[in-house]
């Protein structure tokens, strides 16, 4: 697959304006020196040192179901979901799932944040590797006070 030369916003925009697939991703964020520490520590290393977005990951968000309960990002908001990734409030492990997954948290109101799942080293096809943003929403900020998840930073 080839790269987006531009924002997240703008590749999802444009994807969305077509209505359909152009086989490309964007790169949206480094890979946070914190989560390479502890990846490390857990004996993963990682095939590329940037986090990507997949068209198909915009295509799930478009219309999609959660966005009546207010908990999808809009389009408009997608630099958001870059800051997240750059500059998070806070990352943490899920180590309730079977793989290594990464969340990473920004603020999005007074009592709400963006939350992205980053996949380390997902399999894209055959012999390709990208560390895939898969998800994202918007969570009220309590979620992650009692939650299963173990904070890095």
Not at 21 to 38: F, T
Not at 125 to 149: L, M
Request: charged fraction near 25%.
């Amino acid at each position: 697959m080839e790269y987006y030369q531009g924002s997240l916003k703008q590749f999802a925009e444009e994807l969305l304006a077509k209505g359909r697939g152009n086989g490309m991703m964007v790169e949206v964020a480094p890979v946070n020196e914190l989560v390479i520490e502890d990846a490390v520590k857990k004996g993963l290393l990682f095939h590329s040192m940037t986090i990507v977005v997949t068209q198909n990951t915009i295509f799930k968000y478009a219309n999609h179901p959660k966005e009546k309960k207010g908990a999808v990002v809009p389009v408009c908001k997608y630099d958001l979901i870059e800051k997240a990734l750059k500059t998070p409030l806070h990352i943490y492990e899920d180590p309730i799932q079977n793989e290594i997954i990464y969340v990473f948290t920004y603020p999005y109101d007074d009592s709400k944040l963006i939350k992205v799942v980053v996949h380390p080293n997902y399999k894209l096809k055959r012999g390709v590797f990208i560390n895939s943003a898969k998800s994202w929403g918007i969570v009220v900020s309590e979620a992650f006070y009692n939650s299963q998840y173990r904070m890095i930073k």
